[in-house]
């Protein structure tokens, strides 16, 4: 990368970190948001395909880390229980079992999704799967697990991830075997979508009988 592509993303980076902080005033402070902001770039980058982009997704992200860091610690009050879904690479099960509960629990429920060992991006299958039920996964992109977005989950569903995922007391865990969709044909992964939304709809009955 060049000294001039260097110099504009960090007037990108520096960008973020002024406008995050000025979001989350009274909650962090700037040195905070700038470590998180650099960490988060730092992680995305080592995957990340297009580099153009990468400083969008890192203040994308960067917002979602330093919010589900304040819920973890306390400091931004929870006002819709959270669910987290991680899979190995965030390329296929976990972004539809996302996508999917936030479309049928109508942003009743907050959800993240992440990888413990993310690509670089979607399986393309899976965006063309879940675009025929209308769900457009445009804007959705891999991302690596962090702790602040497991101590802030109330329910962590992983997905063929093993043991790479930290447990905390306090929450509810569970582990759906589901196919992997990485290199299947769109029949195939019309199959595995139909059995994450049986299942994420399942879930959903049970936060609401939970008074979640």
């Known amino acids: 990368m060049s000294s001039i592509d260097t110099t504009a993303i960090q007037n990108h980076l520096d960008s973020s970190t002024r406008a995050l902080a000025e979001?989350?005033?009274g909650v962090?402070?700037?040195e905070s948001v700038a470590r998180l902001v650099q960490e988060t770039y730092d992680a995305l980058s080592a995957t990340a395909r297009i580099a153009d982009y990468l400083p969008l997704l890192?203040?994308?992200f960067a917002r979602d880390r330093l919010r589900a860091l304040g819920q973890a610690d306390g400091l931004i009050v929870k006002t819709r229980p959270e669910v987290l879904f991680v899979c190995v690479h965030n390329a296929g099960r976990s972004q539809m079992a996302a996508a999917l509960l936030r479309r049928l629990s109508d942003?009743?429920?907050a959800v993240r999704s992440a990888g413990s060992a993310p690509s670089s991006e979607l399986d393309p299958a899976?965006?063309?799967a879940m675009l025929e039920i209308g769900v457009?996964?445009?804007?959705?992109?891999p991302k690596?697990?962090?702790d602040e977005v497991v101590r802030a989950a109330d329910v962590v569903i992983t997905m063929g991830c093993g043991d790479a995922c930290p447990v905390y007391p306090g929450k509810r865990y569970a582990d759906w075997e589901v196919d992997d969709p990485a290199g299947r044909d769109l029949e195939t992964v019309r199959g595995i979508r139909d059995e994450i939304e049986r299942r994420v709809q399942a879930l959903?009955?049970?936060l609401r009988a939970d008074g979640r």
């Open 23 to 25: 979001e989350y005033r």
């Open 28 to 30: 962090f402070s700037r």
């Open 58 to 60: 890192t203040e994308r």
């Open 107 to 109: 942003d009743s429920v």
């Open 126 to 128: 899976v965006r063309e």
């Open 136 to 141: 457009d996964l445009v804007d959705a992109f």
């Open 144 to 146: 690596p697990m962090t």
């Open 204 to 206: 959903l009955t049970d």
